[in-house]
């Protein structure tokens, strides 16, 4: 059974900087694709970041570019989130996801229906 474990979340000022990880389990990591998610407070489920199989290609919610990144060590069956500059409005629960359907292709998606398992999420608070 695959297991999505978030953490690295926490409360901090507006122009820090927070890593969210998320490690996978319960199957091979190395051929799915990877995403985070937010759920910010009174509003749906909103993409983040994606990434594919190899690491090779990411994309980005318009409001994150330039601001956070997306990595993953497959060796340690991992992904990232490298936020930078954050600001209130990034205030959220953060999720990580897989899916198994996307192995070998160079997009990763965007779509939260496109991915099969999902983390518990992480609080990320941003205060100005």
């Known amino acids: 059974q695959v297991q999505l474990v978030e953490s690295g979340g926490g409360s901090v000022q507006a122009g820090d900087s927070l890593r969210l990880s998320c490690v996978a389990s319960?199957?091979?990591?190395?051929?799915?694709?990877m995403a985070w998610f937010r759920r910010a407070p009174g509003k749906e489920r909103a993409f983040v970041t994606s990434?594919?199989?190899?690491?090779?290609?990411?994309s980005y919610e318009d409001s994150v570019k330039g601001r956070f990144a997306i990595s993953r060590d497959n060796a340690k069956t991992t992904v990232y989130l490298q936020m930078n500059s954050l600001q209130p409005e990034d205030t959220a629960v953060y999720y990580c996801?897989?899916?198994?359907?996307?192995?070998?292709?160079?997009?990763?998606?965007?779509?939260?229906?496109?991915?099969?398992?999902w983390g518990q999420g992480t609080q990320v608070t941003v205060s100005s």
């Open positions: 319960g199957r091979t990591f190395g051929n799915v694709a």
């Open positions: 996801a897989l899916t198994d359907n996307y192995s070998g292709r160079y997009y990763a998606p965007s779509r939260a229906s496109d991915y099969e398992h």
């Open positions: 990434i594919n199989w190899r690491g090779g290609s990411s």
